[in-house]
């Protein structure tokens, strides 16, 4: 059972130039969280997903954009990257029926560094 | 404002010794409760999570948590800390089915 799968787990970009960070999840869960991780600042929500093909910003969105075609995928794309997007990337599911079900099953990390 | 927040950036204890992280949240209602910890390059990791009943609930690797609605407080404890429960605790709750929401963490450092 390979939970939330997330790739690469490092990058470094130049900035301005683009990337796409990928997430899956085999869970078959409905939410979908995109979160950023700085030190001090505990985990800011990016973006997030209800289901597939309905998204929504969180605390953070600007600079970063998101699609969700299926239920499995929710990938991140930095349209033109910047040195304060450098953090590492936690992707997050979830199962919408609440109660004991609603913990996040995060993903390993991707630790993007923008020169 | 929906909020979390963990009073203390960083601890230390003594290894044996007794630990409580503590945990304030701001809502209206009773939301989710989550503690999570995350060794260092690593992902979360889910300890232990309320959402009603028993307000004392145990979780993995011999930690515990209780919730005081008064307080508006999820405060975790551990009897007696090992060295491998060094790491980065993170409360969170879910006010909105899905979306959780951080504190800023607590590193523990665990002293031989």
């Known amino acids: 059972n390979a939970g939330v799968t997330q790739t690469p787990k490092f990058q470094v970009l130049k900035t301005g130039q683009s990337m796409t960070l990928q997430c899956a999840q085999d869970?078959?869960?409905?939410?979908m969280s995109w979160y950023r991780q700085d030190p001090g600042m505990g985990l800011r929500l990016i973006h997030y997903s209800v289901g597939a093909g309905i998204t929504d910003q969180g605390e953070v969105p600007n600079g970063y954009n998101v699609s969700r075609s299926t239920t499995e995928d929710f990938p991140l794309r930095l349209l033109s990257a910047a040195p304060s997007q450098t953090s590492v990337y936690f992707c997050?599911?979830?199962?919408?029926?609440?109660?004991?079900?609603?913990?996040?099953?995060f993903g390993q990390g991707t630790r993007l560094t923008v020169v | 404002a929906q909020s979390v927040t963990q009073p203390d950036i960083h601890i230390t204890v003594s290894e044996g010794a007794s630990l409580e992280l503590r945990c304030n949240y701001s809502?209206?209602?009773?939301?989710?409760l989550f503690w999570y910890v995350q060794s260092p390059g690593q992902g979360l990791q889910l300890l232990l999570k309320?959402?009603?009943?028993?307000?004392l609930v145990q979780g993995i690797k011999g930690f515990e948590a209780e919730f005081k609605r008064s307080q508006s407080s999820f405060n975790l404890r551990k009897p007696s800390v090992h060295w491998s429960d060094a790491a980065e605790y993170f409360c969170?709750?879910?006010?909105?089915?899905?979306?959780?929401?951080f504190g800023d963490g607590t590193t523990l450092t665990v002293k031989p």
């Open positions: 997050a599911s979830s199962n919408p029926s609440g109660g004991l079900n609603t913990e996040a099953f």
């Open positions: 969170a709750v879910v006010f909105n089915a899905g979306k959780s929401t």
């Open positions: 869970m078959n869960h409905e939410y």
């Open positions: 809502y209206g209602a009773t939301p989710y």
């Open positions: 309320y959402f009603s009943g028993d307000t």
